[in-house]
Nanobody, 119 residues
């Protein structure tokens, strides 16, 4: 059974830093693309960042570019989201997801971790 377990969310203040983790298990993720998404209350789930498994190619939403960094530890199948200079508008449930080589789109999702940024 494939699992993605997020952790690291919490309540922080504007300008603080936070690191989210997502540990994958249950299959090999080699060749996959790992991603972070977020969903604010009453809003649609939106892309935040992705990272390519082999080449470390990254992509970011404009709203987080320069503040957030996605990284990957292939030895532990763990993807991280380093969040710096957080803002109240970063408040959301953050989800990690995996796009496998044989799949069609984002094949697996974590359960989400809440990040709340107070002003």
């Amino acid at each position: 059974q494939v699992q993605l377990i997020e952790s690291g969310g919490g309540l922080v203040q504007t300008g603080d830093s936070l690191r989210l983790s997502c540990a994958g298990s249950g299959r090999t993720f080699s060749g996959s693309i790992m991603g972070w998404f977020r969903q604010a209350p009453g809003k649609l789930r939106r892309f935040v960042a992705t990272i390519n498994w082999t080449g470390g190619v990254t992509n970011y939403a404009d709203s987080v570019k320069g503040r957030f960094t996605i990284s990957l530890d292939t030895a532990t199948n763990t993807v991280y989201l380093h969040m710096n200079s957080v803002k109240p508008e970063d408040t959301a449930v953050y989800y990690c997801a995996v796009d496998t080589p044989e799949g069609d789109g984002w094949d697996y999702w974590g359960q989400g971790t809440q990040v709340t940024v107070s002003s």
